[in-house]
């Protein structure tokens, strides 16, 4: 059997041995689904680049596009250049930008390819920025997408955050983006969870008031709008903003926690999905999202709620470090041979959090194959003191 001793919170080791059962990487298309379901797909460093790591990233390319076609193998589509491939937490606008045109050249090659880019502001050095400014900013990058062909997610800007005085600044800056998109955008309401600089989004600190606004802006662009993802961790106002969404606009789940039960809804709806969760569990959610499709409920169930306690491990407080998690789990799978980040983010969780990840994805059947992720573990927790 395979197993390895694991560290403990009390720093005695424990003999774990492995008890999942993989879950097969099967080829599937976006068609094979009745959720539309993006992950938002995350970049692999390059550890043989002279370079500071905390001042310039440096991306393995063919690792990164490879990755991205395994999640369309699957039939998932790919959220290009979110905070999932650490914008604003390594990855600038100059490398996003070689990101999104090199994605989109890959996807242009095949049909099935699903895929939506990240645009925002981040490009702006610090956040004392005029609306004029901002708006610029984002018709900056959104021409940019647009230029290569590409759908566009709008992201919520930090220097946004900060400049915007009252609700009315949030409501006429995104209108002005939006006249500006050639197709309909998907919004993105990013937490201050995941982000702290964007407390207060929307011009509230109460979610719910900030809804109301949000709400407001969504109603007044709703034929530039798909749908919105809204990343709060709170099932309960996920539910109530989607039952109030205008007719046509999608709800796209970027719930982290809930993601099983929002994806399979209710008598009122359903969520679809875009979520950095996907990046990390891709085959167990392809297999799920078509047993849904199916009708067998029960089955999306049971292959997607073990998932859950990993999802929540992941991305527990401080969230913003959840790509830390990702990372490791796609080099404990075999998906890059490393585990490196841009920005030397591999630093950003302990010992003790990365090895309850590996004991969770294990009881997640997310291990693609035991055996190696056991000898990558054992390899990983040499360099980290434990024998």
């Known amino acids: 059997m395979t197993d390895l001793n694991l560290p403990r919170d009390d720093r005695s080791l424990e003999r774990y041995t492995l008890v999942g059962t993989p879950i097969p990487l099967e080829r599937r298309a976006a068609g094979d689904f009745n959720r539309v379901a993006f992950a938002a797909a995350h970049v692999v460093a390059d550890?043989?680049?002279?370079?500071?790591?905390?001042?310039?990233?440096?991306?393995?390319w063919d690792a990164t596009l490879r990755f991205r076609h395994r999640l369309w193998d699957l039939g998932l589509g790919v959220a290009e250049a979110m905070?999932?491939?650490?914008?604003?937490?390594?990855?600038?606008?100059?490398?996003?930008?070689?990101?999104?045109?090199?994605?989109?050249?890959?996807?242009?090659?095949?049909?099935?390819?699903?895929?939506?880019?990240?645009?925002?502001t981040d490009h702006?050095?610090?956040?004392?920025?005029?609306?004029?400014r901002i708006v610029d900013a984002y018709r900056q990058q959104l021409d940019?997408?647009?230029?290569?062909?590409?759908?566009?997610?709008?992201?919520?800007?930090?220097?946004?955050?900060?400049?915007?005085?009252?609700?009315?600044?949030?409501?006429?800056?995104?209108?002005?983006?939006?006249?500006?998109?050639?197709?309909?955008?998907?919004?993105?309401?990013?937490?201050?969870?995941?982000?702290?600089a964007l407390e207060g989004f929307w011009g509230a600190r109460d979610h719910m008031v900030a809804m109301e606004t949000c709400l407001d802006m969504i109603a007044a662009n709703v034929d530039k709008i798909d749908g919105?993802?809204?990343?709060?961790?709170?099932?309960?106002?996920?539910?109530?903003?989607?039952?109030?969404?205008?007719?046509?606009?999608?709800?796209?789940?970027?719930?982290?926690f809930n993601y099983a039960e929002l994806i399979a809804g209710d008598e009122q709806g359903h969520s679809d999905a875009l979520l950095g969760i996907f990046d990390a569990i891709a085959p167990a959610a392809s297999k799920a999202l078509a047993s849904l499709k199916s009708g067998k409920t029960a089955e999306f169930f049971d292959v997607l709620e073990p998932t859950v306690a990993l999802s929540r491990h992941i991305f527990k407080a401080p969230t913003r470090f959840y790509k830390t998690g990702v990372v490791f789990l796609a080099y404990l799978?075999?998906?890059?041979?490393?585990?490196?980040?841009?920005?030397?983010?591999?630093?950003?969780?302990?010992?003790?959090?990365?090895?309850?990840?590996?004991?969770?994805?294990?009881?997640?059947?997310?291990?693609?194959?035991p055996d190696d992720a056991t000898r990558r573990m054992k390899a990983f927790l040499s360099v980290r003191g434990v024998n």
Request: hydrophobic fraction near 45%; charged fraction near 25%; include cysteine.
């Open 144 to 196: 940019f997408v647009q230029g290569e062909g590409g759908r566009v997610i709008l992201m919520a800007s930090r220097a946004l955050a900060a400049a915007a005085a009252s609700p009315d600044d949030y409501l006429d800056t995104y209108a002005r983006v939006l006249a500006h998109a050639d197709q309909k955008v998907i919004i993105h309401w990013l937490g201050e969870m995941f982000d702290p």
């Open 228 to 256: 919105i993802k809204i990343s709060l961790l709170s099932k309960e106002k996920e539910i109530i903003m989607r039952r109030r969404l205008p007719a046509g606009v999608r709800m796209y789940t970027g719930d982290d």
């Open 47 to 60: 550890p043989f680049v002279e370079h500071d790591p905390w001042l310039a990233p440096a991306i393995d």
């Open 333 to 369: 799978n075999g998906l890059q041979d490393h585990f490196t980040m841009v920005g030397g983010q591999e630093s950003a969780r302990s010992t003790l959090h990365l090895s309850e990840l590996f004991r969770l994805a294990d009881k997640a059947n997310v291990l693609a194959d």
């Open 83 to 120: 905070d999932t491939a650490q914008r604003g937490m390594g990855l600038g606008w100059p490398q996003a930008q070689e990101l999104i045109s090199r994605a989109l050249k890959d996807a242009a090659t095949r049909k099935d390819a699903l895929i939506a880019c990240g645009v925002g």
């Open 124 to 132: 702006l050095s610090g956040t004392d920025h005029s609306l004029d």
